[in-house]
Nanobody, 113 residues
Framework: QVQLVETGGGLVQPGGSLRLSCAASGIIFSVHPMEWYRQTPGKERELVASITSGGGTNYAHFVKGRFTISRDNGKRTVSLQMNSLKLEDTAVYYC???????WGQGTQVTVAS
């Protein structure tokens, strides 16, 4: 059974930083591409960043240069380092493994002054 657990959300001021982590179990983590999505009320869930099993990365245009996705196969985690946070980054952030279409429960990120 696939389980993804996100941690690291919280309240931060504009311009601040947060680091999200997603711990995976029930999968051979090293072969899975991983993704971070976010969702705000009334909006579709949107892809923020992805990382391949080999470590290749892609970012949505609205986070490029500010967010960094990384993975640690030994710890079975994928992380999202978020810098220069903006008010519009406020959302629930989810990790996903597309090979199994499995989602975590999400972690709230709130950017407010």
């Amino acid at each position: 059974q696939v389980q993804l657990v996100e941690t690291g959300g919280g309240l931060v001021q504009p311009g601040g930083s947060l680091r999200l982590s997603c711990a995976a179990s029930g999968i051979i983590f090293s072969v899975h591409p991983m993704e971070w999505y976010r969702q705000t009320p009334g909006k579709e869930r949107e892809l923020v960043a992805s990382i391949t099993s080999g470590g290749g990365t892609n970012y949505a245009h609205f986070v490029k240069g500010r967010f960094t996705i990384s993975r640690d196969n030994g710890k079975r985690t994928v992380s999202l380092q978020m810098n220069s946070l903006k008010l519009e980054d406020t959302a629930v952030y989810y990790c996903r493994t597309p090979l199994r279409n499995a989602w975590g429960q999400g972690t709230q990120v709130t950017v407010a002054s």
